[in-house]
């Protein structure tokens, strides 16, 4: 008889995509909401994306389960620290919280692959992107979730960023206006939508500014 080797594992992967720009005055953070396990559609009306604070807003795709846990870890830190400072955390100290909490699980990691977008201080988009143990950049955009290497070649062909290297250090964020950029994630979403199997049902984008929070939906392909 051959032995049979035991296969479970603490991980899935529920794909989805998630893109953010930042722009002068503006950040652009979008999620398709299907959630998936291997060829199984498990929901297509589910929000990768969570409201940190104020003028931070985190999208993130991988294993769900890990992402909600994440939430509710950075929701309860947030609060303690609202207490003790009585003011809101800024959107590149929760940057370095998120790289904190998650570098913290580097022996059991959270599968969870987060871009978080927001505002700086001086009211001027900043866009943050993460491994799943805490490695990060400010970037003026990126993409993370299974249509990221379809994603990500777009928007460089479009924006291309400048070089990190480059001295001195070029500015990060995109020349594009809001409406350039939402109709841009659009685009993007369609294009992305049509060759990955885990992206499609529906696009959520939420765009910050100094007028607050805004919301738009559109619909993406079911099948």
Partial sequence: MTKQQANWSPYDNNGGSCVAIAGADYCVIAADTRMSTGYSILTREYSKICKLADKSVMASS???ADVKALQ???AARH???QHQHNKQMSCPAMAQLL???????????YYAFNVLGGLDSEGKGCVYTYDAVGSYERV???AQ???STLIMPFLDNQLKSPSPLLLPAQDAVTPLSELEAVDLVKTVFASATERDIYTGDKLEIVI???DGIRHEYMELRKD
Wanted: charged share 10%; hydrophobic share 30%; proline share 3%.
């Fill in 62 to 64: 991988g294993f769900q």
């Fill in 145 to 147: 979730g299974s249509g």
């Fill in 140 to 142: 003026g955009y990126s």
């Fill in 99 to 109: 790289s904190n909490t998650l570098y913290y699980k580097r022996f059991f990691p």
């Fill in 72 to 74: 509710k870890h950075l």
């Fill in 208 to 210: 910050l500014n100094a």
């Fill in 79 to 81: 609060l303690i620290y």
